[in-house]
């Protein structure tokens, strides 16, 4: 994919965000920032009886990939069972942007989401999960 390409599927996702907002009484909820760009994410979760995300929004503000990347997240964590969402890698968030060549700072802002989302899930976990992504 080019840098033209992934940059429209950025912007896509920064101009038309999937599932912003909050949810009323979230079962997961956790929220973070990225002090080297001002990003701030908050992420949410309801699961349904057998565990898995029934629903789930991302609210936040900060630069196009921090927000793009915690709205794609989103769609990636729908209908996934907890258990499996602390094996989501910051490879498949990449892939998710389009591969696009980050520096560090660029690199933090993307994987701010996926911060925040474990940060989340280990907590209703109990600290039992999987982190080996870390
Ligand atoms: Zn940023």
């Known amino acids: 994919m080019s840098d033209e390409m992934y940059r429209e599927v950025i912007l896509d996702y920064y101009q038309n965000p999937r599932n ?48 793009a990347s915690a709205s794609m997240l989103t769609e990636m964590v729908m209908g996934k069972d907890i258990n499996d969402l602390s094996r989501i890698s910051r490879t498949e968030i990449l892939e998710s942007l389009g591969n696009p060549t980050l520096g560090p700072v660029r690199i933090k802002c993307a994987m701010l989401c996926l911060k925040v989302m474990k940060v989340g899930v280990y907590s209703h976990l109990g600290g039992s999960g999987d982190r080996s992504e870390e």
């Open 20 to 67: 912003k907002g909050t949810i009323g009484k979230p079962e997961i909820s956790a929220m973070d920032y990225n002090p080297l760009c001002g990003d701030k994410i908050t992420f949410q979760m309801n699961l349904d009886a057998n565990g898995k995300v029934a629903e789930v929004k991302f609210d936040g503000e900060g630069c196009a990939i921090s927000q």
